[in-house]
Nanobody, 123 residues
C-alpha cells in the first residue's frame, strides 16, 4: 500500500514537498516514483528512484526543478517541487514496482499505486 501526501495550493515560483510512504509488504529493491495527471491529459511520468542512491530518472519538463529522494529505512519516497509553474498543476500519484533493470517511465510497468495528491499552482 502506498500513501501519498503533501499536495496543496501554491503560487507560481513556490515549492511543495510530496511524500509517499509504503506499507503492508516488503518494498526492498523496489523502484518508487511519481506520475502526474493534469485535467484532460493522460498520466505522465515525473520521476523515479531505484533502490540504490543515484539511480534516478526525471522527465524533461521537471529536470532542474524537482528532486526525488528516498529513505529506505522508512520506505518513503519524497518529491521536492521547486520553481512551480501553472502547468505543473495535476494530481500526483506515487507508484512502485519490483526490481527492474532500468527505471521504467511507462505507467503499465508499475505494480502498486497510491491514491494521488492534488497540486495546484496559481499564476
Amino acid at each position: 500500500q502506498l500513501q501519498a501526501s503533501g499536495g496543496g495550493l501554491v503560487q507560481a515560483g513556490g515549492s511543495l514537498r510530496l511524500s509517499c510512504a509504503a506499507s503492508g509488504r516488503t518494498f526492498s529493491n523496489y523502484v518508487m516514483g511519481w506520475f502526474r495527471q493534469a485535467p484532460g491529459k493522460e498520466r505522465e511520468f515525473v520521476a523515479a528512484h531505484g533502490w540504490s542512491a543515484g539511480n534516478i530518472k526525471y522527465a524533461d519538463p521537471v529536470k532542474g526543478r524537482f528532486t526525488i529522494s528516498r529513505d529506505n529505512d522508512k520506505i518513503t519516497v519524497y518529491l521536492q517541487l521547486n520553481s512551480l509553474k501553472p502547468e505543473d498543476t495535476a494530481v500526483y500519484y506515487c507508484a512502485a514496482r519490483s526490481y527492474y533493470s532500468s527505471i521504467p517511465v511507462i505507467e503499465s510497468l508499475y505494480e502498486y499505486w497510491g491514491q494521488g495528491t492534488q497540486v495546484t499552482v496559481s499564476s
